[in-house]
């Protein structure tokens, strides 16, 4: 089962680094949970391959301090497409 975990950890680390995706993405694409992907990226990793946890950390930090401007832009989108359903009844 070890090997499995840490093969796992491998593509989840290859996944992010090469597509800059977010846990949340990397989660919905392995069907795994975002807590499975963090442990797996931000403990697994960085004993299996260090070199890749370094490319990992580098995208989560991005994605880390972009994700309140995503949130507002999704809750900016959510308003909006509220307010055409509303004027359109």
Excluded: C
């Amino acid at each position: 089962m070890k090997g499995f975990v840490e093969e796992r950890a491998v593509e989840l680390g290859k996944y992010i680094a090469e597509n800059k995706a977010t846990v949340r993405a990397a989660a919905k694409r392995f069907g795994i949970s975002k807590s499975t992907v963090h442990i797996d990226v931000s403990q697994r990793l960085k004993k299996i391959n260090p070199q890749l946890y370094t490319a990992v950390r580098q995208v989560i930090e991005v994605n880390k301090a972009q994700r309140h401007i995503r949130g507002g832009l999704a809750t900016k989108e959510k308003y909006l497409q509220e307010h055409v359903l509303h004027n359109d009844t």
